[in-house]
């Protein structure tokens, strides 16, 4: 696997690699690689000829106070895991060839990136929207690939594609969970042992409450219930619980198909989401 870090050689790379008319996928990273990457990276070889992964930690999508410095970076690891699964190509570049000096465009998916996680990360989307049109635009793929663990992201990226008229696919993954149902994620490293036990109830939660949802049972009782159980586990904050149209992720007082259910809810220093379709 090449692994390279500056513009010139990745225009290189990508012609020769695009020599044979292979059909291109990308995954994007921030590294830190959990299976539920891995799964991205699997479907990705399963879909394309061959497959470019990036690792950049953006510093455009952290907030102040967040944890942009203690963002973990295992670098030589992820590369190994990504070589062993098949990548052909490992973009990482520096800061600098992202954000040079003098960088100035911004790029802003309005309305859909404004509530959820929105709310409470204000610009975060816009880093979002603006390093992946940029990564999309490096490397031209056929298709690129995101996990639907972050939902509210890849429906932002799917707007913006639409929106910016790039023509290639945007594939939703389903997420990756523990045994215990748990999403995977870079940050539950941050969790203690005993957080992390706790954190359990989360998936146990939100999938009563689509079950109780999808029955007809009365939406506000449903959530405040579900809140309720979340606050008595050991959640001492919870951002949003709320039924969201599944496309343009509208807020749904009654539930109508196609509905998912979207949760933010923090333990000690660590903010968790998941979300779950209703079915
Ligand atoms: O989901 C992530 O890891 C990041 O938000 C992404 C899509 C790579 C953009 O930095």
Redesign the pocket.
């Given at each position: 696997m090449q692994i390279v870090r500056q513009l010139d050689p990745l225009r290189d790379a990508l012609t020769e690699i695009r020599k044979d008319g292979s059909k291109i996928g990308l995954v994007?990273?921030?590294g830190a690689l959990h299976r539920g990457h891995m799964r991205l990276v699997e479907v990705a070889m399963e879909q394309c000829d061959k497959v470019v992964a990036s690792i950049?930690v953006?510093p455009a999508?952290f907030g102040e106070g967040e944890d942009l410095d203690a963002y973990p970076r295992p670098e030589a690891e992820d590369a190994a895991l990504l070589e062993a699964a098949g990548v052909e190509l490992l973009w990482a570049p520096t800061a600098e060839q992202i954000y040079p000096e003098g960088y100035a465009t911004n790029v802003t998916v309005g309305g859909i990136s404004d509530g959820l996680c929105g709310a409470a990360r204000p610009g975060h989307f816009d880093g979002?929207a603006t390093?992946?049109a940029k990564l999309f635009n490096q490397i031209r793929p056929d298709a690129a690939y995101?996990g639907e663990k972050?939902y509210q992201?890849l429906a932002i990226i799917r707007q913006m594609a639409r929106d910016l008229d790039f023509t290639h696919d945007v594939v939703g993954v389903q997420t990756v969970r523990d045994p215990d149902g748990l999403a995977l994620s870079s940050r539950n490293t941050y969790l203690t042992e005993e957080q992390r036990a706790k954190a359990a109830v989360l998936p146990k939660v939100m999938k009563d409450a689509a079950k109780a949802i999808a029955a007809g049972e009365n939406l506000s009782v449903v959530l405040d219930n579900a809140k309720t159980r979340l606050l008595a586990s050991g959640f001492h904050k919870i951002d949003y619980l709320e039924l969201r149209n599944a496309i343009d992720l509208s807020v749904l007082d009654v539930f109508t198909n196609p509905a998912r259910l979207f949760v933010a809810a923090r333990i000690g220093q660590t903010r968790l989401i998941d979300n779950i379709p209703i079915s």
């Amino acid at each position: 696997m090449q692994i390279v870090r500056q513009l010139d050689p990745l225009r290189d790379a990508l012609t020769e690699i695009r020599k044979d008319g292979s059909k291109i996928g990308l995954v994007p990273t921030m590294g830190a690689l959990h299976r539920g990457h891995m799964r991205l990276v699997e479907v990705a070889m399963e879909q394309c000829d061959k497959v470019v992964a990036s690792i950049f930690v953006n510093p455009a999508q952290f907030g102040e106070g967040e944890d942009l410095d203690a963002y973990p970076r295992p670098e030589a690891e992820d590369a190994a895991l990504l070589e062993a699964a098949g990548v052909e190509l490992l973009w990482a570049p520096t800061a600098e060839q992202i954000y040079p000096e003098g960088y100035a465009t911004n790029v802003t998916v309005g309305g859909i990136s404004d509530g959820l996680c929105g709310a409470a990360r204000p610009g975060h989307f816009d880093g979002v929207a603006t390093v992946v049109a940029k990564l999309f635009n490096q490397i031209r793929p056929d298709a690129a690939y995101f996990g639907e663990k972050d939902y509210q992201q890849l429906a932002i990226i799917r707007q913006m594609a639409r929106d910016l008229d790039f023509t290639h696919d945007v594939v939703g993954v389903q997420t990756v969970r523990d045994p215990d149902g748990l999403a995977l994620s870079s940050r539950n490293t941050y969790l203690t042992e005993e957080q992390r036990a706790k954190a359990a109830v989360l998936p146990k939660v939100m999938k009563d409450a689509a079950k109780a949802i999808a029955a007809g049972e009365n939406l506000s009782v449903v959530l405040d219930n579900a809140k309720t159980r979340l606050l008595a586990s050991g959640f001492h904050k919870i951002d949003y619980l709320e039924l969201r149209n599944a496309i343009d992720l509208s807020v749904l007082d009654v539930f109508t198909n196609p509905a998912r259910l979207f949760v933010a809810a923090r333990i000690g220093q660590t903010r968790l989401i998941d979300n779950i379709p209703i079915s």
